[in-house]
T-cell receptor
Framework: AQSVTQLDSQVPVFEEAPVELRCNYS??????LFWYVQYPNQGLQLLLK??????LVKGINGFEAEFNKSQTSFHLRKPSVHISDTAEYFC????????????FGDGTTLTVKP | NAGVTQTPKFQVLKTGQSMTLQCAQD?????MYWYRQDPGMGLRLIYY???????DKGEVPNGYNVSRLNKREFSLRLESAAPSQTSVYFC??????????????FGPGTRLTVT
């Protein structure tokens, strides 16, 4: 069975600083990996996804993530954050034998301060 | 396209009352999901439907029932609401199966309070 651990529940950062949100996963088969963002009082929306190929994937709003198979990690990064990036971020994994049913991490609340 | 829609957006129930949360998607997805979201606990899967005519329990199914009415619609029923079911409920849908991309598309959520 797959599982996901988001290593930080809250990440405060100042505007224009870089940020990294950490995600580790475990699975016995090949996986697909996702990051979702949830703005206050909204549903989740896809930020980026890793399916195969290049281990560095770029998403919306200047975010990127790197798949590291040996460390079973999929950390999310942004070189310079904005106030509008304040949101909750979820890492998710699904096994490529039955993609669609994903396991979600507990979420990381990113707070960007002026 | 509307994507995934949920009704109602807000609901207050008294303990013991029943209600049905409605969800519909217009993306021709075969899989649909119901989650609940509580502070500090992320998303927990209540039930899912891999395809029309099938439903399976998720992580926290007790106190809930579901119906996959057709490919578009997937409803969640609380037969006898309890305060522990106070939560935000999200419906989602995805393509599923071997080799597909499988990202999920979420509705805007239903905020349910049980007093």
């Amino acid at each position: 069975a797959q599982s996901v651990t988001q290593l930080d529940s809250q990440v405060p950062v100042f505007e224009e600083a870089p940020v990294e949100l950490r995600c580790n996963y475990s699975s016995s088969v090949s996986v697909y990996l996702f990051w979702y963002v949830q703005y206050p009082n909204q549903g989740l929306q896809l930020l980026l996804k890793y399916l195969s190929g290049s281990t560095l994937v770029k998403g919306i709003n200047g975010f990127e993530a790197e798949f590291n198979k040996s460390q079973t990690s999929f950390h999310l990064r942004k070189p310079s954050v904005h106030i509008s990036d304040t949101a909750e971020y979820f890492c998710a994994v699904s096994e490529n034998t039955n993609a669609g049913k994903s396991t979600f991490g507990d979420g990381t609340t990113l707070t960007v301060k002026p | 396209n509307a994507g995934v829609t949920q009704t109602p957006k807000f609901q207050v129930l008294k303990t013991g009352q029943s209600m049905t949360l409605q969800c519909a998607q217009d993306m021709n997805h075969n899989s649909m999901y119901w989650y609940r979201q509580d502070p500090g606990m992320g998303l927990r899967l209540i039930y899912y439907s891999a395809s029309e005519g099938t439903t399976d329990k998720g992580e926290v199914p007790n106190g809930y029932n579901v119906s996959r009415l057709n490919k578009r619609e997937f409803s969640l029923r609380l037969e006898s609401a309890a305060p522990s079911q106070t939560s935000v409920y999200f419906c989602a849908s995805s393509v599923s199966g071997r080799g597909v991309e499988g990202e999920q598309y979420f509705g805007p959520g239903t905020r349910l309070t049980v007093t």
